[in-house]
């Protein structure tokens, strides 16, 4: 599935977020959310604002990703740029006024809003497509919830209570700014258990394929990366299977072809689509590439550390390049306007091949095969007697500088620059206006 960006419909929405009365005038292009939720057809094109914002540089556009490996760096990578937000994320010193967080958070309860408006109006839609445009708003909502969840809240730990404090869920729209905008953090437990009704109704609503737009897969891969960040291995390893028994999507015989494309490959089971007019919010590129292709200043450095984890003879490691003097890049996000893949089917199978090591089982394949299968496709030999430790390797060079890897941290219970994976400072702070703003709001320790 490709994620085409769209403009937003003019519905005029409100996040979870602080207002100035500047700001609270209604712009002229804009139309009251009556007109905007009206018809079917206007309904349907708000749904396609939700993933055009789901796709703003606060999301998949690509800050989340590349956050999400500044958190969890480790001494693999190293932040040279002179942008004060993304390098405090990468030295561990962020303040409740540090941008990125706040940008991530707006974002984020923009996309969510806009949901809750289609959701709010599912009844205007015609009857034989309301399923599917139920079933796209909740698999949005449960993504952006996601993200929120794993950068705001403490690590959901497997088997607790879960009751330290996660994001505010808001179902319903926002229209304005009252009392009832006062809300209070929910809890981990609650926010997941909001992500997994989000998702598993999802993916009992769409279609098996959708063009452009989510489908069952979509949301069924996406339910396996939840159900393994929780630790509930047997419906992560289910969903998996159920995305590589599709039949929908293959795995390319080429490394190096999954990346820099304008178009989908058939491994792509998500992916933002990215134009010469969403430069500024494909921040990957931006900041993991060096002039010459169209980046910045080459602000994010690949360091031996991680270099050394590479066989030789692996072709993901010939995928990273060398500029500025000798310093090493990585490839995967090298060309300006390419496609973002955001969930390949390369990680359905080591999500598989994960939980069936840990639950000596074999669904779908045994153990060996799925590891095989990602394995040498990187040009390396074919290896008997896989191990849970040779899995969680490979996902980590697989998967390498896509978005994984602080949450990776987290859930296998490591550490990062020396910070244990509970660390306060491994999380985002609640942004300060919102704290300002809202008197229920509870900051993190240490902000």
């Given at each position: 599935?490709?994620?085409?960006?769209?403009?937003?419909?003019?519905?005029?929405v409100?996040?979870?977020?602080?207002?100035?009365?500047e700001?609270?005038?209604?712009?002229?292009?804009?139309?009251?959310?009556?007109?905007?939720?009206?018809?079917?057809?206007?309904?349907?094109s708000?749904?396609l604002?939700?993933?055009?914002?789901?796709?703003?540089?606060?999301?998949?556009?690509?800050?989340?990703?590349?956050?999400?490996?500044?958190?969890?760096?480790?001494?693999?990578?190293?932040f040279?740029?002179t942008?004060?937000?993304?390098?405090?994320?990468?030295?561990?010193?962020?303040?409740?006024?540090?941008?990125e967080?706040?940008?991530?958070?707006?974002?984020a309860y923009?996309?969510?809003?806009?949901?809750?408006?289609?959701?709010?109006?599912?009844?205007?839609?015609?009857?034989?497509?309301?399923?599917?445009?139920?079933?796209?708003?909740?698999?949005?909502?449960?993504?952006?919830?996601?993200?929120?969840?794993?950068f705001?809240?403490?690590?959901?730990?497997?088997?607790?209570?879960?009751?330290?404090?996660?994001?505010?869920?808001?179902?319903?729209?926002?229209?304005?700014?009252?009392?009832?905008?006062?809300?209070?953090?929910?809890?981990?437990?609650?926010?997941?258990?909001?992500?997994?009704?989000?998702?598993?109704?999802?993916?009992?609503?769409?279609?098996?394929?959708?063009?452009v737009?989510?489908?069952?897969?979509?949301?069924?891969?996406?339910?396996?990366?939840?159900?393994l960040?929780?630790?509930?291995?047997?419906?992560a390893?289910?969903?998996a299977?159920?995305?590589?028994?599709?039949?929908?999507f293959?795995?390319?015989?080429?490394?190096?072809?999954?990346?820099?494309?304008?178009?989908?490959?058939s491994?792509?089971?998500?992916?933002?689509?990215?134009?010469s007019?969403?430069?500024?919010?494909?921040?990957?590129?931006?900041?993991?590439?060096?002039?010459?292709?169209?980046g910045?200043?080459?602000?994010?450095?690949?360091?031996?550390?991680?270099?050394?984890?590479?066989?030789?003879?692996d072709?993901r490691?010939?995928?990273?390049?060398?500029a500025?003097?000798?310093?090493?890049?990585?490839?995967?996000?090298?060309?300006?306007?390419?496609?973002?893949?955001?969930?390949?089917?390369?990680?359905?199978?080591?999500?598989?091949?994960?939980?069936?090591?840990?639950?000596?089982?074999?669904?779908?394949?045994?153990?060996?095969?799925?590891?095989?299968?990602?394995?040498?496709?990187?040009?390396?030999?074919?290896?008997?007697?896989?191990?849970?430790?040779?899995?969680?390797?490979?996902?980590?060079?697989?998967?390498?500088?896509e978005?994984?890897?602080?949450?990776?941290?987290?859930?296998?219970?490591?550490s990062?620059?020396?910070l244990?994976y509970?660390?306060?400072?491994l999380l985002?702070p609640?942004?300060?206006?919102?704290?300002?703003?809202?008197?229920?709001l509870?900051q993190?320790?240490?902000?």
């Amino acid at each position: 599935m490709k994620l085409y960006k769209y403009v937003l419909s003019g519905l005029l929405v409100f996040s979870l977020t602080a207002c100035d009365k500047e700001l609270d005038l209604q712009p002229a292009q804009s139309i009251s959310e009556e007109l905007a939720l009206s018809t079917d057809a206007n309904v349907k094109s708000v749904l396609l604002g939700a993933y055009d914002a789901l796709a703003l540089d606060g999301l998949f556009g690509g800050n989340t990703l590349r956050d999400a490996e500044l958190l969890g760096a480790d001494g693999e990578l190293r932040f040279v740029g002179t942008f004060e937000g993304p390098r405090d994320v990468y030295n561990h010193s962020m303040i409740a006024g540090n941008y990125e967080a706040e940008n991530m958070w707006v974002d984020a309860y923009e996309t969510i809003n806009i949901c809750n408006n289609v959701l709010e109006a599912i009844e205007v839609v015609n009857e034989e497509d309301r399923d599917q445009v139920r079933g796209e708003a909740l698999f949005i909502r449960g993504m952006a919830y996601f993200q929120l969840v794993r950068f705001y809240g403490q690590v959901y730990e497997a088997g607790g209570g879960n009751t330290q404090p996660g994001v505010p869920i808001v179902v319903r729209p926002t229209r304005g700014i009252d009392e009832s905008s006062q809300v209070s953090r929910n809890s981990v437990e609650e926010c997941y258990t909001q992500i997994l009704t989000d998702l598993n109704e999802a993916k009992s609503l769409l279609p098996d394929e959708n063009g452009v737009q989510a489908g069952k897969f979509t949301a069924a891969a996406l339910l396996a990366r939840v159900y393994l960040q929780m630790g509930r291995y047997a419906e992560a390893r289910d969903n998996a299977n159920e995305v590589i028994n599709s039949g929908l999507f293959s795995l390319l015989p080429n490394y190096a072809d999954v990346w820099n494309n304008d178009d989908n490959t058939s491994e792509d089971i998500y992916a933002v689509q990215i134009s010469s007019q969403d430069f500024l919010e494909a921040t990957m590129t931006v900041f993991f590439s060096v002039p010459a292709f169209g980046g910045r200043d080459g602000d994010i450095e690949i360091e031996q550390k991680h270099l050394d984890l590479y066989d030789p003879s692996d072709e993901r490691l010939a995928l990273f390049f060398e500029a500025n003097g000798g310093v090493m890049y990585s490839g995967k996000w090298r060309e300006q306007y390419r496609n973002m893949p955001i969930i390949r089917l390369a990680e359905m199978y080591l999500i598989r091949a994960e939980c069936n090591a840990r639950l000596s089982t074999s669904v779908g394949a045994p153990v060996d095969d799925d590891y095989n299968a990602i394995h040498t496709r990187a040009g390396l030999n074919p290896k008997n007697g896989v191990t849970l430790d040779d899995i969680l390797l490979e996902r980590r060079l697989e998967l390498a500088h896509e978005g994984h890897r602080i949450h990776d941290i987290k859930r296998l219970k490591g550490s990062a620059d020396g910070l244990p994976y509970d660390d306060n400072q491994l999380l985002f702070p609640i942004p300060a206006r919102e704290i300002e703003a809202n008197k229920n709001l509870q900051q993190n320790p240490g902000y």
